[in-house]
């Protein structure tokens, strides 16, 4: 399901029962496999893969509302892993990892890993950091 205000990029994949929240920016060449939740207010960068089950959040106290709505910002390049959960507001840096299963609860910089519960940072293993094409 893609809600209304949505703009999304060129050569997008978008995998069953995936759910794309109003107000929500996805560039160009991004994979969202299958059942993603993006809600309201996130930016996906160019060249993203987001993997399958993954919800991003935008409500850091609900049911209240306090602070408002604000979705994470995953840049170019990132990798997204099975399962994964990202609190509200974070950014996902330009190349950066984040291991399947995590729950990523602070901004993870530029090339680097997010691996565990809650997330810790790491330096990605040499034979990842390649950029991609």
């Not at 930016?43 to 959040?57: A, K, M």
């Not at 408002?68 to 997204?80: E, F, H, N, S, V």
């Amino acid at each position: 399901m893609i809600r209304e205000s949505t703009r999304i990029g060129d050569r997008v994949a978008i995998g069953t029962a995936t759910v794309i929240e109003g107000n929500t920016v996805i560039g160009d060449d991004v994979k969202l496999q299958s059942m993603v939740y993006i809600p309201t207010e996130t930016c996906i960068g160019n060249r993203v893969f987001i993997g399958p089950n993954t919800v991003l959040t935008n409500d850091r106290y609900p049911p209240r509302n306090i602070g408002g709505l604000k979705g994470p910002t995953l840049m170019d390049g990132a990798a997204i892993g099975a399962n994964v959960t990202i609190l509200p507001g974070i950014c996902i840096g330009e190349g950066a990892l984040v291991a399947a299963g995590a729950v990523v609860t602070r901004n993870v910089p530029d090339r680097m890993l997010a691996i565990g519960s809650p997330a810790r940072i790491k330096d990605l293993p040499s034979i990842l950091c390649t950029p991609q094409k």
